[in-house]
Nanobody, 115 residues
Framework: QVQFWESGGGLVQPGGSLRLSCAAS????????MNWYRQAPGKERELVAG???????NYANFVKGRFTIWRDNAQNTMYLQMNSLKPEDTAVYYC?????????WGQGTQVTVSS
């Protein structure tokens, strides 16, 4: 079993930045895929970005050039750097990890972009 804890969310003005962290309760080396998702009120959960165990990344079109995902296996943590934030980025952000043995979600962290 593994648990993920997200942190770093908060209130930020449009154009601002936030860095989200997803800390795991154990090693993430076995997680061949880790993603950030988000869910805005009244909308379905959507994929924001993903990173493989080898460091390959992918991004949703709506965050390309603004968000950066990476993982630090030594720290058992995944990150999401969010720059040039827009009001439409307001959502609860969740981390997700998948290994051969398990898949797990974090509890989410609220990001609100508003002036």
């Amino acid at each position: 079993q593994v648990q993920f804890w997200e942190s770093g969310g908060g209130l930020v003005q449009p154009g601002g930045s936030l860095r989200l962290s997803c800390a795991a309760s154990r090693s993430i080396l076995s997680f061949y895929l880790m993603n950030w998702y988000r869910q805005a009120p009244g909308k379905e959960r959507e994929l924001v970005a993903g990173v493989t165990g080898g460091g390959t990344t992918n991004y949703a079109n709506f965050v390309k050039g603004r968000f950066t995902i990476w993982r630090d296996n030594a720290q058992n943590t995944m990150y999401l750097q969010m720059n040039s934030l827009k009001p439409e980025d307001t959502a609860v952000y969740y981390c997700y990890g998948e290994s051969r043995e398990t898949l797990a979600w974090g509890q989410g962290t609220q990001v609100t972009v508003s002036s």
